[in-house]
């Protein structure tokens, strides 16, 4: 056995350790096991426990990934393209901290285990997210495990419901505004209104023009009416708005 498998092992008991007291506390106080049901939203990254006495509990959380009772494998959901990349994007801090300390067990996106991995990876990412609590749900022949980060008020919960917007590709994801040029791969270029990054979550909305509306936006001297018809702004998910880029960036 490697150095770093043993180094790994050591940080991975230590995690689980810190994390199964923290656990322990957050079922307690927010009284977890008394909720009846639960429902999860990738589309907005929040997680709700009803009661049955009319009860209600918000988290705001980050996908951790799979362990599948079939195969026998945990997958990280940053590997998963079916999961949004708003409720995994927390991981690359996970990813990053692998890659330092040679924990490929971090940087691997699928990897032989058992049900202990799942909580053993789930521990590790809680302890470097600094999570609040865990937990694990069932679907099928997969657990799936779940970072809380922080807890939503009712008004919270709702608000993010006008946050996202749905995408029939990704599911869901921030929202873009970009010309239909760009959407249609009609003209190169790729002119934003700020230097966009796919690892950092703007406040702002991400906008996006080819270079003909830029010849059109530099002739009218700002965005008006003529130039705003020309680029007939479309609404795009982030996930989207990075893929044409990247199109267009390589170009």
């Not at 590997?79 to 409720?87: A, F, G, Y």
């Not at 807890?151 to 590709?169: F, G, H, I, R």
């Not at 530099?218 to 044409?244: L, T």
Request: net charge negative.
């Amino acid at each position: 056995m490697s150095a770093p498998e043993i180094d790994f092992e050591a940080y991975s008991n230590r995690c689980l350790n810190e994390m199964s007291s923290l656990q322990n506390e957050f079922m307690q106080l927010y009284n977890i096991n008394s909720y009846e049901e639960w429902y999860y939203d990738h589309s907005i990254g929040a997680f709700h426990f009803k009661a049955d006495d009319g009860r209600n509990l918000y988290f705001k959380y980050v996908d951790a990934g799979s362990f599948s009772t079939k195969a026998n494998t945990w997958n990280w959901s940053w590997d998963n393209q079916s999961t949004p990349r708003h409720v995994k994007r927390a991981l690359e801090k996970v990813r990053v901290y692998g890659e330092v300390s040679n924990y490929n067990r971090l940087t691997t996106g699928l990897i032989d285990g058992d049900e202990y991995t799942g909580w053993e990876m789930t521990a590790v990412a809680a302890k470097l997210l600094s999570a609040m609590g865990m937990y694990r749900i069932p679907q099928e022949h997969l657990f799936i495990y779940f970072i809380f980060v922080n807890e939503l008020t009712q008004e919270q919960y709702d608000a993010l419901k006008d946050k996202y917007v749905a995408c029939d590709v990704h599911h869901s994801g921030w929202p873009a505004f970009v010309c239909r040029h760009l959407i249609n791969n009609e003209y190169p270029g790729f002119n934003e209104a700020f230097e966009s990054d796919l690892s950092i979550e703007e406040d702002d909305d991400y906008q996006a023009w080819c270079n003909e509306c830029e010849k059109v936006r530099s002739k009218e001297g700002e965005w008006n009416d003529e130039s705003m018809a020309f680029a007939d702004i479309k609404v795009i998910c982030d996930e989207c708005y990075f893929e044409i880029k990247k199109r267009n960036r390589t170009k």
